[in-house]
């Protein structure tokens, strides 16, 4: 059975985290990269200080904090290295695949991430087709989440009002992000990337509501239209 709403047009899927289990392997070879180049870091830290945003806005800020640019390899080293993990071993997550032939809505796609990344994760996991050509990069837009910039792309590629458009997400930039384009957002935490208090961070920075199965989500989408 079919899940629509009357009061929703369109649901906004993160990428990473929220359609994909990827951040795991994205924040480990983040930061062997980034320490092969002279800034030691660890996967933890940068899920702490880099999950949902732009790899640019990360490079960016480490470099700042080194007082120098990066080698002009490090992007390229950090991307090859990237993709063919997750081209190795991305899954998606559990029970995705009979969620979105449950939600009866139109939906698009909206990740910091660059297309090839996105369609590397998405190709591999046979998602790629369903949500292709509506698929929204951060690389599309001046400022990357938790600015508004490519929610509000997104909403106006679709030609839906930002109220009427429901986003997903699993980090406070991406939260941040869809309730600064005046957008319900819902905060998913069911990656194995999240900790215990994952939920009470999503809820803080602005999450109508929490959850961790996907199997959860065609019902939150008919009770938020009913409120």
């Given at each position: 059975?079919?899940?629509?709403?009357?009061?929703?047009?369109?649901?906004?899927?993160?990428?990473?985290?929220?359609?994909?289990?990827?951040?795991?392997?994205?924040?480990?070879?983040?930061?062997?990269?980034?320490?092969?180049?002279?800034?030691?870091?660890?996967?933890?830290?940068?899920?702490?200080?880099?999950?949902?945003?732009?790899?640019?806005?990360?490079?960016?800020?480490?470099?700042?904090?080194l007082g120098r640019p990066l080698a002009e390899t490090y992007e390229h080293e950090r991307q090859t290295t990237l993709f063919a993990?997750?081209?190795?071993?991305?899954?998606?997550?559990?029970?995705?695949?009979?969620?979105?032939?449950?939600?009866?809505?139109?939906?698009c796609v909206a990740s910091s991430a660059v297309h090839e990344k996105i369609f590397t994760s998405l190709s591999r996991v046979k998602?790629?087709?369903?949500?292709a050509p509506h698929i929204f990069s951060g690389s599309q837009v001046r400022n990357g989440k938790p600015a508004p910039d490519l929610?509000?792309?997104?909403?106006?590629?679709?030609?839906?009002?930002?109220?009427?458009?429901?986003?997903?997400?699993?980090?406070?930039?991406?939260?941040?992000?869809?309730?600064?384009?005046?957008?319900?957002?819902?905060?998913?935490?069911?990656?194995?990337?999240?900790?215990?208090?994952?939920?009470?961070?999503?809820?803080?920075?602005?999450?109508?509501?929490?959850?961790?199965?996907?199997?959860?989500?065609?019902?939150?989408?008919?009770?938020?239209?009913?409120?």
């Open positions: 059975m079919q899940t629509s709403n009357a009061h929703l047009d369109l649901i906004i899927f993160d990428c990473d985290g929220v359609l994909v289990d990827s951040e795991v392997i994205s924040c480990r070879v983040h930061a062997e990269v980034l320490t092969r180049h002279g800034y030691p870091i660890t996967a933890e830290q940068v899920r702490q200080r880099f999950l949902g945003r732009t790899s640019l806005d990360a490079t960016t800020e480490v470099e700042r904090e993990a997750l081209a190795d071993a991305v899954e998606p997550i559990p029970h995705l695949h009979e969620t979105l032939d449950a939600i009866d809505l139109r939906k998602l790629y087709e369903r949500f929610f509000l792309l997104a909403a106006g590629q679709m030609n839906v009002p930002p109220a009427r458009c429901l986003v997903i997400e699993d980090s406070v930039a991406g939260v941040t992000g869809g309730r600064a384009a005046g957008m319900t957002v819902l905060g998913f935490h069911g990656g194995s990337h999240c900790r215990p208090d994952t939920a009470d961070t999503l809820r803080a920075a602005g999450a109508a509501v929490t959850f961790d199965d996907m199997r959860q989500l065609p019902d939150l989408i008919a009770r938020i239209g009913a409120d």
